[in-house]
């Protein structure tokens, strides 16, 4: 059959003065064809409407008498075909099946068309330059992207502006006030301008709930806004849709990386870093396809920066108490033991958390952020030291499950307890020491080697293969030579 492409392919061969069988070989057909088609209409032109039916109706027997009951009792337009043939096979046996599914939507599809319930309208908005910038997080770890194998859980902030699709993209772990403000002030600052309205939805970071019911802006995130000279827009709570902007650019860059994720052959990492290149590279083969005229004209409507940026963290005042832990935003952490009794500085940013004392240019302590429901995380290096001098502490102590860094030395806790019973703590206790004393992964690779050959990993054993100790290298005090002797045997004194 000869396409609308064929026909004006060999017109413009022709036009150009090319004989009609260099035409003909040109657009695919034969010359018969091409002196059939060189002029008149398009072959899609030519085709009449079918009025007639190619094979018989297989619901015209009870289309109207049962289907069309069920499709207007269906207000809410949820039936779907395979549902519907389901209940006409409970009525007429084998009659209908998996055969007529195709026929059976095809009808639906034009029934709803024609008689249907009306359907949800979305209005397309304009938008104006520089007047509107969509924020949002979204979780990325349906990628399956992982760093040195193991499965990297994480989320991207978007900050995208409304008018010409321009976006900045961010790392983040969770939603939190810190992770919001350090992504919106990435964006501004990369941008180099401020839009006047920010778009978001209703998340926590911004906003609290307020008796009666609803959500308003928090104190902290309108100083944010105050800082920029900024005014905020919200969606109503469970509408994403208006917050379209922002929910596309989540969708276009998902895709995006998924599909250069394929084309790369793996998703695995060696660091966070060689991942957000790739991330980078993405975020800015999407920019790069929009138009640079657009994103001129947005940034000459923008609001100027401010003098500078707002801290990216969360301040709070702790003291430490007797179990060397500071309590501070609903959270409990470990900190040296030193610090007991202390007064210190707690600077709360997205991902770590900084502690000080006395000295504000330079943390006393540094740990990662409590990320998901958790709400204690306590480093065993902080409290060993004592734990060492009481083991009996070990067996009830309240963050006990936080004293085995790894599967390693879980495993190697109950293999002591099958061994020696009560022992095990004292046995235990030990080996952590020495873990915090030497080097965690020495004394981790002697474990697993341990448990692999079903070997007791006790104390002793553990410390002659990780940590053994040296013989001490002998001090040997030679005094410098009397030269007078010399001077005796050349004087000819000594015989």
Known sequence: MVTDEQVRLLRKKMAEGKTIASGAAAAGMSERSAHAWKQGALPSETKTPREWRTRQDPFAAIWQSEVVPLLAADEGGVLEGTTILAELRRRHGDEYGPAQLRTMQRRLHEWRALHGPE?????????????????????ASELGVTIAGEVFAHLFFQFVLSFSKWRWVGLAFSETFEALVQGLQGALWELGGVPHVWRSDNLSAATHQ??????????????????????STRIVPGESHQNGVAEKAH????????????????????????YMELVRRVRDRIVGGKSPALLLEEREHLLPLPGTRLPEYTEYTATVRQWSTIHFAHRVYSVPSRLIGC????????????????????PTATMPRI?????????????????VRKPGAFA??????ELFPSLAFRRTYDALVDARGERADVEYVRILHLAASTMQSDVETVLDALLARGE??????????????????PVVH?????????DRLLAGGDR
Not at 211 to 231: I, M, Q, S, T
Not at 396 to 401: A, N, T
Not at 478 to 486: F, K
């Open 119 to 139: 359907k949800e309208v979305m209005f397309e908005q304009k938008h104006e330059a520089g007047r509107e910038g969509s924020f949002d997080f979204t979780d």
């Open 210 to 231: 307020i008796p009666g019911g609803g959500r308003e802006l928090n104190r902290r995130f309108k100083g944010v806004l105050d800082h920029y000279g900024a005014r």
């Open 251 to 274: 969708d276009v860059l998902k895709s995006a990386l998924d599909q250069e994720l394929v084309i790369r052959g793996s998703r695995d990492f060696t660091t966070v870093e060689a």
């Open 343 to 362: 007064e210190v500085e707690v600077r709360q940013y997205p991902d770590v958390i900084e502690v000080y004392y006395r000295d504000r240019t330079k």
């Open 371 to 387: 990320r998901g429901e958790r709400y204690y995380q306590i480093d065993y290096r902080h409290v060993i030291w004592s734990l």
């Open 396 to 401: 009830r102590y309240r963050f006990r499950e």
């Open 456 to 473: 007791r990993p006790d104390f002793a054993t553990v410390k002659a293969l990780a940590a053994p100790e040296t013989s001490p290298v």
């Open 478 to 486: 030679i005094p410098p030579p009397d030269l007078s002797v010399y």
